[in-house]
């Protein structure tokens, strides 16, 4: 097949809509087929394979700069540029801006359209003071119009699925997971080298964050959290035996920093900043629990990367996570709820054969989400719309 992607992102810009694109680009070429990417410039950027990455003029806006945005009246040249690809279907990663474009790209070829809807960004207006309600309803519209103008939906998560049919989409839905590769998680730190680095003391076992640190991440939850583990453990045993490190960077970053600082905290967490991919991963295997307490996570790649790892997870039951965790089985799933979130992870703290067991079970259930299995289960959408799709 000769895929059209439509994106309003992609390399350099690495997020989680260009990973998922690269993800499932290099899976379903190993399979023989061809993916065709248009999406805006980047200034100072060539891309490696040219005849198969299709660019048009951008701009951005400032603090923006790593995210361009194609520029009004695209619509015309990526018709021309599509027409001699002859493509099968096209795919398109957002509603709004390039996501458009490749609508009317499809309908211009009578093509069929697969979207993924990567993102429920109706759920983050809360951030847009004074006209969040206003800018709520308009993305659901959006959402709803757009969604119902594609031959197929695919969100990454089921909780997703079942939001949308909330805001009246009708299409045809699929819930498919952006893959990972399954090798690399067995080079990780070895936890002496990893304490000397970071001035972690031999008895504190470690709960490692790998993400974004940003408000939607529920960050403040997982403070609370720390600081009632600190204060019992402290009672407890005299002295605390647990370890926060956060790896990754964001926006609200110094502010947690001082969060740490005004709690007394310091000695209890670590900040590594941004890290190179990588880098990263070595982090997984060197933890005794993965902690992740997001509540809008559209999939939470990272909780499948700390499987493959076998280190087990303790996570908020909210979207992503309830499609990758098996509750009991490989980690833990639990309310918004303080002590809930913390007594899950006081269990397996006191229980080193308990971590063991989980942490093998999660490295066994990682390969359902192996990228290869992912692509596989796009592969069978991709040929049933193109089936199923009647030639306006």
Known sequence: MRIGIFSNCYLPTLNGVVVSIETFRKEM????????????????????????????????????????????????????????????????????????????????????????????????????????????????????????????????????KRILRTYGVTSPIESIPTGISLDGFDDYYHKEILRAKWHIPEHQKILLYLSRVAKEKNLSFLFKVMRRLVAKRQKKFGRADVHLILVGGGPELKYYQQLALDWGLETHITFTDMMPKEKANRFYGAADIYVFPSITETQGIVITEAMAAGTPVVAVNKMGPTDLIENGVDGYLTSLNIDEFSGKIEKLLDDRDLRRKMGEKGRENAKKFSSLACALKMETIYEKTISRYAPK
């Open 29 to 160: 070429e190993k399979r023989g087929h061809e993916y065709f990417i248009f999406a805006p410039e980047t200034k100072e950027y060539k891309d490696k394979n040219h005849s198969h990455v299709f660019r048009y003029p951008s701009f951005t806006v400032p603090g923006q700069e790593y995210y361009p945005l194609a520029k009004p009246f695209s619509t015309s040249r990526a018709i021309k540029d599509a027409k001699k690809l002859k493509l099968d279907l096209i795919h398109t990663q957002h509603s709004l801006n390039f996501g458009t474009v490749g609508l009317r790209v499809a309908r211009a070829l009578d093509i069929p359209v697969v979207h993924t809807y990567h993102t429920l960004i109706a759920e983050y207006t809360h951030y847009i003071p004074l006209v969040s309600s206003l800018a709520r309803k308009y993305i659901i519209a959006n959402s709803r119009d757009y969604c119902n103008s594609c031959d197929q939906i695919v969100t990454p998560s089921s909780p997703m």
